[in-house]
């Protein structure tokens, strides 16, 4: 059963995320590890506390053990240090 990581970043500086390589090193390994963007980019709030220009990315995983091989990856730790300082991140797996 598919799985879903579920992402909020607020980020503060988006210029300086987006050029760390961060995103774009995320991208390659989740493609590779199987996983597939659903969507991603700032949102707007209509409801709650959550900052406004947060960001969400929603990536779609074949199941809950593919997620979390790929978010506990060595690989991915390593790119994780590219948007260090840049961005508050919460991340969830919801699905199986």
């Avoid at 960001?55 to 590219?82: G, H």
Wanted: hydrophobic share 45%.
């Amino acid at each position: 059963m598919a799985a879903w990581l579920v992402v909020t970043a607020k980020i503060h500086d988006r210029e300086a995320f987006l050029a760390s390589g961060y995103p774009q090193e995320a991208a390659r390994l989740q493609s590779a590890a199987g996983g597939e963007y659903i969507v991603r980019g700032p949102g707007s709030v209509l409801e709650g506390d959550i900052a406004p220009g947060t960001s969400v990315i929603v990536t779609q995983w074949p199941d809950r053990a593919s997620a979390e091989a790929f978010w506990n990856s060595p690989e991915y730790a390593a790119a994780k240090k590219l948007r260090e300082g840049l961005a508050e991140i919460t991340c969830m797996v919801v699905g199986d």
